[in-house]
C-alpha cells in the first residue's frame, strides 16, 4: 500500500477541569482503536489549561499517542492550524465550547471546509434555552453571529440523531450531519456488577451536576410532597457552580435530613456505575442534554427513568423503543410503582446494549472516518 493512500485524521480534543472530558478522552482512544482501518491514521491533538495538561496522569498516558499537546489561546489555535495546512487530512473538533476557537474559525474560513463538528450535547443545548431566561445578550450574540456563521462552514456535523435534528432547526444546516456518539463498555460494566435495590426504602437520584439548569429545587419540592417518608435522595454535584451545589445541598438537607445525600468527589465510572445499580429512579429535570453517561446507566440497569420531553436523549431513547418516563407526570406519580415493571427495565437494558456495544458503535464510527476522509486536498 502506497504511503499517498493513506488519510489523516486529526482529532481536536479540549481538556477542561471538568472530570468528564478525560473521561471522552478515552472513549476516543477506544473508538480509533476499534474502528480504524489500515488505510486511516488518527492523531489526537490535546488543548487545554495548563494544569490538566501537565496534572492529569490519563492525559499523559495518552499524551504520548498524540502529536501535539498545547495551552488554549488564540495564537495556539493559530499555531496548530497553520502546522495542520502542509498536511493532508480532515479535522474532527470534539466539542465546539471554547470562544477563541470559535472567533479563530470565524477569521479563518478556509479552515472551516476541512472541519467536521462533534456534538457533546452542552455545547449545542446551551444555545436553545429561549424560555428559561439564562442565557445573556453576550451568548446570544456570540451563538447569532459567530458559532452559527461557523458551523454553517464544516464539512459535517456529527452527533445522536435528536442532537442533529436540533442542530438542522436552529442553524439552517442542509444534509451534511452524520451519526456519532462515544462507546461505552456497558457489557463489563453489567457483568462485574449485581443489582441489589433496597425493597424497604427507595432511593432516587436527581440529576445532574451543579448547574441551574438542572431545576434541583422544583425536583426536591415536587419529592419531599409526593415521595414516600424515608425515601432516600441521592444528588451527584461533582461539577459545576459552587454556589449553586451549596444551594441544593442546603435545601435538599432541609427537606429530607439525614435521607439527603450529595456526591461531590468524581467517582471512576465503574464505582459510579454501582451506585447507579442500586438506585430505584432517576429524575432529570432539564430542558437539554446534561449526564449523559447517568441516562445510559440508569437505563442498563433497569431504573425508572424521568425526563422532561424536550430534552434529546428523552426524543433519541423514545425513538428507539426506550421507555422514559415525563417529568411533567411526577406530580401526579404513584411511587408505590416507582420501581420499574421487570419487563420494561430488561427491555430498556436490552435496547441500551445493543446501542452501546462495541460492535455498533464501531460500525458508526468507520462510517463516519470513510465519508469524512473522501475527497482529500491537501491544505486548508
Known amino acids: 500500500m502506497a504511503a499517498s493512500d493513506i488519510k489523516d485524521i486529526f482529532h481536536i480534543f479540549n481538556i477542561d477541569t471538568a472530570p468528564t472530558s478525560v473521561t471522552y478522552l478515552l472513549r476516543l482512544d477506544s473508538i480509533i482503536s476499534s474502528a480504524s482501518d489500515e488505510f486511516t491514521r488518527h492523531h489526537v491533538l490535546i ?30 489555535y493559530g499555531l496548530l492550524f497553520r502546522k495542520l495546512r502542509r498536511l493532508k487530512g480532515q479535522v474532527i473538533l470534539h466539542e465546539l465550547t471554547n470562544s477563541l476557537l470559535v472567533l479563530y474559525l470565524l477569521l479563518n474560513p478556509n479552515v472551516c471546509k476541512r472541519c467536521s ?8 443545548h446551551f444555545f436553545l434555552e429561549p424560555k428559561t431566561g439564562y442565557i445573556g445578550i453576550k451568548y446570544k450574540i456570540i451563538d447569532k453571529i459567530l458559532r452559527k456563521n461557523v458551523i454553517r462552514r464544516f464539512k459535517y456535523i456529527l452527533g445522536q440523531k435528536s442532537d442533529l435534528c436540533a442542530a438542522r432547526h436552529h442553524y439552517g444546516l442542509g444534509e451534511n450531519c452524520l451519526e456519532a456518539y462515544y462507546g461505552m463498555d456497558l457489557e463489563a460494566v453489567a457483568h462485574n456488577i449485581s443489582i441489589e ?24 419540592e415536587v419529592l419531599r410532597d409526593k415521595a414516600p417518608a424515608g425515601t432516600n435522595i441521592l444528588c451527584p454535584l461533582t ?12 435545601i435538599g438537607s432541609q427537606l429530607f435530613g439525614e435521607n439527603f445525600k450529595s456526591i461531590r468527589n468524581h467517582q471512576p465510572f465503574e464505582t ?14 432539564s430542558p437539554r442534554q446534561q449526564g449523559m453517561g447517568a441516562i445510559v446507566l440508569a437505563l442498563l440497569f433497569g431504573c425508572r427513568v424521568f425526563m422532561r420531553p424536550e430534552a434529546a436523549p428523552y426524543t433519541w431513547f423514545t425513538s428507539l423503543g426506550v421507555k422514559i418516563d415525563d417529568y411533567e407526570d411526577l406530580e401526579t406519580f404513584n411511587f408505590d410503582e416507582l420501581s420499574m415493571p421487570v419487563t420494561v427495565g430488561d427491555s430498556n437494558s436490552r435496547i441500551i446494549r445493543t446501542l452501546y456495544s462495541k460492535e455498533v458503535v464501531s460500525s458508526v464510527w468507520r462510517s463516519v472516518f470513510l465519508k469524512i476522509s473522501q475527497k482529500q486536498t491537501h491544505g486548508f
Open 47 to 76: 488543548v487545554g489549561c495548563e494544569a490538566e495538561l501537565q496534572t492529569t496522569d490519563i492525559v499523559k498516558k495518552l499524551r504520548s499517542k498524540c502529536v501535539y499537546s498545547t495551552v488554549e489561546s488564540f495564537i495556539n
Open 239 to 250: 461539577y459545576g457552580s459552587s454556589s449553586y451545589i451549596a444551594e441544593v445541598e442546603s
Open 272 to 285: 459510579y456505575a454501582e451506585i447507579i445499580s442500586k438506585v430505584d429512579a432517576v429524575v432529570f429535570n
Open 197 to 220: 435495590k433496597k425493597l424497604a426504602s427507595k432511593t432516587i437520584m436527581v440529576g445532574h451536576s451543579g448547574s441551574k439548569y438542572n431545576n434541583h429545587h422544583t425536583t426536591l
Open 117 to 124: 463538528w462533534l456534538i457533546w450535547g452542552g455545547d449545542l
